[in-house]
């Protein structure tokens, strides 16, 4: 179905736990990024490590699609969580992604729509959400699975005024800082993506478990999920 699928991850060990598993693989340097290509479960797949925020993810995304033709992009990492439901270690599955901090609201438009665009929520695939969910009650039945929105902005929310805004304003599951800037760029080029997010905190500065603990087990996570869906496309 995809030829070849791009895979924008956030944690170094989850992008070198990834390449140990490849085959046929290579790491290229491009520009400032590390590109390593290869086969996972026998598809052919580029990760890479964005960067964080926004601008380094357009930028990473847009490198991806010119020099690497993939046509499918999937962004992991991990968020805050924004519903009290979400446990931390559970994983987000996007349904779509919007930038909560696009304001030009001076000019009459809602927080988070971008001007003179015909869209700002960008929609995310509904059948690979489908099969992100499917794998991942098989390849990791301990954790809670959740789909909804995604809203990023170039902004670590870790207090509580901040969340309480962003649940009032946006109808979204977790908050991180680079799903829609991918997602915008997937959508100007006319391919699809999807957004898998790790919950590392509740996004209003409360105490957290172990970070280097919750981040072991979030590359396990990730990596078996990720390692199973390319064997499934
Ligand atoms: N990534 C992980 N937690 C986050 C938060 N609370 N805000 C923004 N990005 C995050």
């Known amino acids: ?24 693989k290579k790491i290229e340097d491009v520009g400032r990024w590390k590109v390593y290509a290869g086969k996972l479960s026998g598809k052919d797949c580029v990760i890479v490590r964005s960067g964080i925020g926004k601008v380094n993810m357009a930028a990473c995304t847009q490198m991806l699609v010119d020099k690497y033709a993939v046509d499918f992009l999937i962004n992991t990492g ?16 996007s349904t779509d992604c919007l930038q909560h901090d696009m304001d030009a609201v001076a000019f009459g438009y809602a927080l988070g729509v971008i001007p003179q665009m015909d869209c ?5 695939d509904e059948k690979m959400a489908e099969l992100a969910d499917k794998v991942c009650r098989e390849v990791n039945p301990e954790i809670g699975i959740w789909h909804g929105r995604v809203l990023s902005g170039d902004v670590f929310v870790a207090d509580k005024a901040r969340k309480d805004h962003l649940v009032s ?44 603990q919750f981040e072991k ?17």
Do not use: W
Not at 80 to 86: K, R
């Open 169 to 212: 304003r946006f109808d979204g599951k977790c908050t991180e800082m680079e799903g829609a800037a991918m997602a915008q760029v997937a959508y100007l080029n006319n391919i699809p993506f999807l957004v898998l997010r790790a919950i590392s905190d509740k996004a209003d500065g409360s105490a957290n478990m172990d970070y280097s």
């Open 217 to 233: 087990q979030a590359i396990v996570h990730n990596v078996r999920l990720l390692d199973k869906m390319a064997d499934k496309l």
């Open 120 to 124: 700002s929520v960008f929609v995310a």
């Open 78 to 93: 991990v968020a805050g969580s924004l519903d009290a439901q979400i446990n931390i270690g559970d994983i987000v599955i």
């Open 1 to 24: 179905m995809y030829e070849k699928i791009g895979i924008i991850g956030a944690m170094e060990d989850e992008v070198r736990e990834l390449f140990a598993l490849m085959e046929d």
